[in-house]
């Protein structure tokens, strides 16, 4: 008989719940089946983001605030993703590894994901993962990733809570929050605030958090809250300061608008997954892309000719149903 | 009367080229246009791809092989892309403002890409953008990308030859070698060479590549090449290995055999975006994705079932283009 992973994750099975991630990664169809139970014990969980460049100590980081999240009773899962950079790779798993201290709690569910071998991109992965979390019973789920390039970005995108970790002497900061950060940022973290700079870093993000018309509007201005995450300082007062996020957006309506534009891009993300993982399994299969690279190579087609024919035939045989219809009727 | 630029484009106009990509970039209809116009005329340039982590020194780098590329007359093309992180954004800029000292040769073109903004991925706008440069005319095209994250290692896909360039105290080489930079690099370039490690990094590097059984099989071993890339030091060295792989590319019969593969790749990239672009306006249009979402934030429905079920509805209809042909001929 087969086992029922999903209840046994609703159980708070860390070993069902670790199972089921590794069919996610595989694409294992059992993955799907179990993923359907879960759904609807799904969205209790808090999620929150933490991000930041190489180097901003955000394991550290995410360790000490697990540990203040313990101090309330309340369950800890951690989504560590690991962008299997060739330059990055190496020092990310020194990461895991120290992670490991926290893992001899049994409420701390800790999870790292490579994200190679997740088709449909990393967004979708973490999504998937955080509510395997959510439903094994986890009250807060951290995600930890590092915030280069855009599909990072959108990782975050699964958070309710972001939290952007700087740290002094890492480049111009100034310069860098140009670029999409301030967007993204609900409360900025200042790590390593025993260094140099630290001081002037907190002073340059408050006033430029304070001139972004934009976030005025938006009527949550980041707070920036400096830590020393080795020595466990600093932890407790940007809970509290997380907790104020929470607050503010549960009273202002903001979290569930949030997490309703949530759902709306993963179901779009996955749709778009599937289907493309279908349109390739077909075009591979039945020797048309063959075909076409054949002609492309030729120039006797051009890609962007091979695009709009390909997806123009999905579009038109999706319409013709209406005239199958029409046709059978008459 | 509109004005052709891809004939301009053709005849080498730099102005027309910027107009084309910008267009690419706002996904303009007309730049769809003018690019199938273009296509018969491209895969004559060589596209050479130049990453590393952030403080390698890439962009003198790749300047210099611009300059040691114009020595023997070839025109040059450069695409810088900018990973557009909220992080290293600044750095990045920098590093385009330092190029500015080569735009004062008409012969060389230099693109810098901010990824966000263009749909379907950074890796498919870099093969776009290689386009247009080598239906500019150019010879070697230098793709120069920082190596973090999957969507960045594909953007190096588009290149024939793939320079690596590592740096000595950067982090732990060996370990990062293990995360896929082996199978990327054809020439490993050990820049700032003049610092303490290099000799220690080249001698690990190469019995690294020495050791890999799967890399024999290649039946090319990457070179490494020294460079102090700000003294312009080992840069002419650095193209005669690039050129020796171009021979062994060539001679081996992998040249055609890659870009038949990136040719493959790249098709179905544009498929993956332009399915995208098309699902999403259907789903939004149609109030469906509204309505789909409503069910989800009530438990009513699964987005694994969502997902099943509108892939499965384009499937049927898709099939039933034959039932509708098998109708109407009986």
Redesign the interface.
Known sequence: MAVDYAAQILEGSHRAAARLISWLEDEDERA?EC??KL??HT?RAYVLGIT??PGAGKSTLTNGLAREIRKSGLKVGIVAVD?????????L?GDRVRMSELAEDPDIYIRSMA??GFLGG?AKAAADVVKVLDALGKDVVLIET????????DIVGVADTTC?VLVPG???A????????ME?ADVFVINKADRPGADMLCAETCSRIEMDAHLRERGWLAPVKKTVAVEAEGIDELWLAIEDHRKFLLESGRFYQN??ER??R???R???????R???EQ?EKSGR?EA??EK??N?EL???????E??TE????????R??DE??QS
């Open positions: 799907y993923m359907k759904y609807p969205g930041g460049s962008p299997s950079s060739p330059f990055t790779g190496g020092a798993l994200t190679r990393m590092v915030g280069v390039g855009q599909d990072e970005v952007v890492l480049g111009d100034i310069q860098s929050m140009k670029a999409g950060i993204i997490r309703r759902i709306s993963e179901a779009l996955m749709i778009h997954a599937e289907l493309f279908v349109v390739r075009l892309l076409a690279v492309l190579m120039k051009d890609p962007y000719t091979l695009m709009r390909t997806v999905w579009l038109s045989s999706s319409r013709c149903e005239r199958h046709d059978t």
